[in-house]
RNA sequence: GGCGCCAUAGCCAAGCGGUAAGGCAGAGGUCUGCAAAAUCUCCAUCACCAGUUCGAUUCUGGUUGGCGCCUCCA
């Protein structure tokens, strides 16, 4: 498999520390807020990777961090009235929820800045004492004139970033690089004890220390959007590799921005859509189809007209789904289908191999529900649903779509598809059809066949 | 100012040296109630210019247009 590394700008042969293990850190959310569409990318983006890993027979550790602790936090909490810890606690639920609906599979470490104090202190102390790290007055800042290799992820010198700074070059540092590891205590901010006064932990080192106590100070896969590359990530290697005297990461992998009308999408600038808000008009899981029809690198522009886009090509392997379950009892063996099926699989691969592709997957699903299909037309008898089904099936669950179970339909609908029913028979065409809007309104759909109505979710 | 990325049909989007996957929309066929649903078929020479090459959408240089990072940000 290949996979596209920002450390290095190219496409490297993935070879993990391990034969078997895969151990993948990605930057999780801070909770102050509800995520919007551009922070789902990297948990849907992510979540695949690690799903499509198993596929291949990895054994995957996973971990996603909670920054629970920052201005952001302490601002929220203050306008809501609340404590920081009520605030994370809130938001945490809020993101879980959204993950689930996602089909993301949880990871298997979810840890907490605030439940890792102890670590970060340690990482500071090896800093301090190495000399990659210098006490001001309002905290303990990292030293990037010491640390050689710094701006190596992002190719950014320090050189340039001084002459391209755009906002104040605080007094106390040495260099407009240099960051916070600690930051002293405010009056009215939660604070805990340290080697160097009250405080509480820069942004950066949480990550460096969470990672490393969950997946070692070496670790395979760090994931995150390409707005951390500079300075989040820079500062991560810089920290880490001055602290353990390690490489920290091996691939580091970006994903691109969501964009609404070609600009970015981000709280800052105010123009993008929660999670809880998409929901409201579509399923999630159009979402995460949406995302998966392109490449993870690529800038995405998202509108809801491209959401019904996706809904509709969704709605075509449903139907396939569902038709194939309805034949599955019929399945016979049939060479051809196993070709089929085999060629389908390979091509899926290739792409995924392919610094996970899975437009191009996706591209080879959509092939195989039109091949199977027209096989099970031409010659139900010799055809194998069954095989197609469970190709559909294995495919789709490695890109985490096609879990909703559209065959539970709510009473209500129920209730207007009998309706319907007997319009038909009593040939009322006019009431059959008006029943028919009434449950497409509904989001459902309504299909005549030979054995009857078949109604779905749409 | 520094550093990157991108430009493929009405829309979305793979491919990245040998003559363009897939989806949405559209057109036509089958089926049907004149319908719907389902299904099949059809629908592009890859921003522009100049090079390299037997051959370029794919490589190089340039032009134009768009976006991102350099500040919290996925």
Redesign the pocket.
Known sequence: MKIHNTLS?TLEEFKPINEDKVSIYV?G??VYSYIHV??A??LIVFDTLRRYLKYKGYDVDFVQNYTDIDD?MINRANQEGITVNELAAKYIQAYEKDAKELNVIPADSKPRATEHIGEIIKIIKSLEEKGYAYKTDDGVYFNTMAYENYGKL???KIE??K?????AVDENKKA?SDFALWKSEKPGEPSWGSPWGKGRPG?HIECSAMSMKYLGETFDIHG?????????HENEIAQSEGATGKPFVNYWMH?????IN???????LGNFFTIPEIAEKFDLEVLRFFML???YR????FSF??M??AN??L??LY??KL?WEGLAGEGKPSGEMEQLSQKTKNTFEE?MD?DL?T??A??AL??FV?SA??ML?NNPEAADAKLALSTLNELSGVLGILYRDMTVLPEEIKELAEKRVQA?KDKN?AL??EL?DKIIKMGY?????AEGQKVKKK
């Not at 002459?163 to 906002?167: C, K, Q, T």
């Not at 070609?262 to 800052?268: D, E």
């Open positions: 700008n930057c959310p801070t551009g922070n990318r990297p952001k992002s190719g950014r340039d970033m002459s391209g700074a755009r906002v407009p942004w995150g959007g390409t707005d951390l590359i500079f300075p989040h994903n691109g921005h969501i964009n070609n600009q970015k999408m981000s709280k800052s029809g392109v490449h690529s800038q995405v522009n007209e491209l019904e886009q509709q090509a709605n075509r139907t396939a038709r792409n392919s592709n437009a191009g996706l591209g959509f092939e039109r299909n027209f037309d038909r065409w059959s059809d028919r759909t309504v299909e005549d066949t």
